[in-house]
């Protein structure tokens, strides 16, 4: 089984930055797409930024300029800095990984998985 923490999340004031992590654990051997995914109160999951596993990125419109994308490979590790945040940035916000591994059987397994969430909240 393959498990995403995320962390990073908490209260900034409108202007402030937050940078999230998420670590993906288990027998993984690689992982290809990754992407952070947010949900506000009362609304649908929502993409926030992608990235290959060569690097190749891709931002919703209303981070574009503001939230950065990346991850280290070597760590199995994906991140995401934003900065200028806004009260409409208020979600709480998911990663997801294209992840192949392992099982207890040895059998190389492909699955996408989620991390259980991390709580941003912008507000004076």
């Known amino acids: 089984q393959v498990q995403l923490v995320e962390s990073g999340g908490g209260l900034v004031q409108p202007g402030g930055s937050l940078r999230l992590s998420c670590a993906a654990s288990?027998?993984?051997?690689?992982?290809?797409?990754m992407g952070w995914y947010r949900q506000a109160p009362g609304k649908q999951r929502e993409l926030v930024a992608t990235?290959?596993?060569?690097?190749?990125?891709n931002y919703a419109d209303s981070v574009q300029g503001r939230f950065t994308i990346a991850r280290d490979n070597a760590k199995n590790t994906l991140y995401l800095q934003m900065n200028t945040l806004k009260p409409e940035d208020t979600a709480v916000y998911y990663c997801n990984a294209q992840v192949n591994y392992y099982n207890k059987y040895g059998d190389p397994i492909a699955e996408g998985s989620w991390g259980q969430g991390t709580q941003v909240t912008v507000s004076s």
């Open positions: 990235i290959s596993s060569v690097g190749t990125t």
């Open positions: 288990g027998n993984i051997f690689s992982i290809n797409a």
